[in-house]
C-alpha cells in the first residue's frame, strides 16, 4: 500500500523565496496534518485538516506559512517569504476517521540559506 | 489542553538490557495514547497504541506499554532491548472521539551499545 507521499524529500534554497510542500495522503483517510520538527523544539503540529477543511491552525507560526488542501488526496505548506528560522523538517501525516493513528511520510528536510 | 510529558531525553543501554521509557500525559477526558519510533533519517512509525480494553498494550518489535489511569501514564518497556532499537521514541496522546489532534511529547533518545 501506498503511504503518505511527499515532495520533495530535500529543499535548499536563499532566505526570501517562497517555498512549496507537498503531500499527498493515504487514500481514504480524512485527516490530515503537517508537522514541523526541529531539535530545539521536538515535533510542533501546524496544522490539521478534516474532510479537506482547516479545523486547526494554530501551530502555524506566522502569516508567512500557509496551508491548502483543495482535495482529498493533495496538500500544500507554503511559506513566503522564507527565512533561516524555518529550517526544519516538515512532516505530513493523515488517518482515518476518529482518533486513528496518524501515518506519517518521509518529511521534506528544509534548508534556508 | 493536552501535554505530554517524557521524563528522559537521553537513555543509553547495553545491548540485551531492559528498558522502560516513561510518559505522562494531561488530559481529563477519554484519551488514545500512542508510542512512535523514529529511526535515524527516518519518519515516525507507530509502535503501539491503545484505545480501549487490555491496559497491557503489545506492540511491533517486542515492545509492550501499560495505561495505568490513575497514574495518566503509558510507559513504554522492552524485557532485552537490541542495538537495532537505538532510535527516537515519542508518547502521543489523543482526546477520543471528534478531538483529532495528537499531542506528541519531546521524545527520548535510547542509545543502545553493542
Known amino acids: 500500500d501506498a503511504g503518505v507521499i511527499q515532495s520533495p524529500r530535500h529543499e535548499v534554497t536563499e532566505m526570501g523565496q517562497e517555498v512549496t510542500l507537498r503531500c499527498k495522503p493515504i487514500?481514504?483517510?480524512?485527516?490530515l496534518f503537517w508537522y514541523r520538527q526541529t531539535m530545539m523544539r521536538g515535533l510542533e503540529l501546524l496544522i490539521y485538516?478534516?474532510?479537506?477543511?482547516?479545523?486547526?491552525d494554530s501551530g502555524m507560526p506566522e502569516d508567512r506559512f500557509s496551508a491548502k488542501m483543495p482535495n482529498a488526496s493533495f496538500s500544500t505548506l507554503k511559506i513566503q517569504p522564507s527565512e533561516p528560522r524555518d529550517s526544519a523538517v516538515y512532516f505530513c501525516?493523515?488517518?482515518?476517521?476518529?482518533?486513528?493513528?496518524?501515518?506519517f511520510g518521509d518529511g521534506t528536510r528544509l534548508s534556508i540559506l | 489542553a493536552q501535554s505530554v510529558s517524557q521524563h528522559n531525553h537521553h537513555v543509553i543501554l547495553s545491548e540485551a538490557a531492559s528498558l522502560e521509557l516513561g510518559c505522562n500525559y494531561s488530559?481529563?477526558?477519554?484519551?488514545?495514547l500512542f508510542w512512535y519510533v523514529q529511526y535515524p533519517g527516518q519518519h515516525l512509525q507507530l509502535l503501539l497504541k491503545?484505545?480501549?480494553?487490555?491496559?497491557l498494550v503489545k506492540g511491533i518489535k517486542g515492545f509492550e506499554a501499560e495505561f495505568i489511569k490513575s497514574k495518566f501514564s503509558f510507559n513504554l518497556r522492552k524485557p532485552s532491548v537490541q542495538w537495532s532499537d537505538t532510535a527516537e521514541y515519542f508518547c502521543?496522546?489523543?482526546?477520543?472521539?471528534?478531538?483529532?489532534?495528537?499531542?506528541f511529547g519531546k521524545g527520548t533518545l535510547l542509545t543502545v551499545n553493542p
Open positions: 501525516a493523515s488517518s482515518a476517521q476518529g482518533s486513528q493513528p496518524q501515518h
Open positions: 487514500s481514504g483517510h480524512n485527516s
Open positions: 485538516f478534516n474532510n479537506n477543511v482547516p479545523i486547526d
Open positions: 488530559y481529563g477526558g477519554t484519551v488514545n
Open positions: 491503545y484505545f480501549s480494553g487490555d491496559p
Open positions: 502521543a496522546v489523543n482526546g477520543g472521539g471528534s478531538n483529532y489532534k495528537l499531542t
